[in-house]
């Protein structure tokens, strides 16, 4: 049995790889020409969130959001759509008279409870040192029961 192998290389590639030889090239040419696009892209998963069960059996919910205050910060629950929306609002965004360019990002994301298995309106809520931590206890009912075996 014989097999071949051909090599195509593209006229217009100058760096032979796996994925051609243009695609850092267009990556980077796409960066800098349309770059209002690519933050976008780049923040689309802002804010960074972490979600876990705690050892109690409560749902947690943690938010990284440095630079915000306690006042720049929402927390909606609508129990009849079973869901906990987290927003941030700032009115100063970019201070214009600073030579520093950090901006913080108004953003909105909902979370919404399917299994109805959360009970929202006991939802508890800290902010301390950039960290937003929302606690959320499991409703009584659905809570895991021993049964002892007579």
Do not use: C, W
């Not at 020409?33 to 923040?43: E, G, H, K, V």
């Not at 109690?56 to 720049?72: H, N, Q, V």
């Amino acid at each position: 049995m014989t097999s071949a192998l051909t090599t195509f290389h593209h006229p217009n590639s100058r760096i032979p790889s796996l994925l051609g030889g243009r695609v850092f090239d267009d990556f980077f040419d796409n960066f800098f020409s349309d770059l209002p696009a690519q933050i976008q892209r780049s923040t689309q998963g802002y804010p960074v969130a972490d979600i876990y069960k705690s050892d109690e059996g409560e749902t947690m919910m943690e938010f990284a959001l440095a630079g915000f205050s306690k006042d720049d910060l929402s927390i909606s629950i609508q129990p009849e759509k079973r869901s906990i929306t987290v927003s941030a609002s700032t009115e100063d965004a970019i201070d214009e008279n600073s030579s520093r360019r950090i901006a913080r990002r108004n953003f909105s994301k909902t979370y919404v409870n399917y299994d109805s298995n959360l009970d929202l309106a006991k939802a508890e809520a800290n902010f301390e040192n950039g960290l937003l931590t929302v606690r959320v206890p499991a409703r009584v009912e659905v809570k895991p029961v021993e049964i002892k075996i007579q």
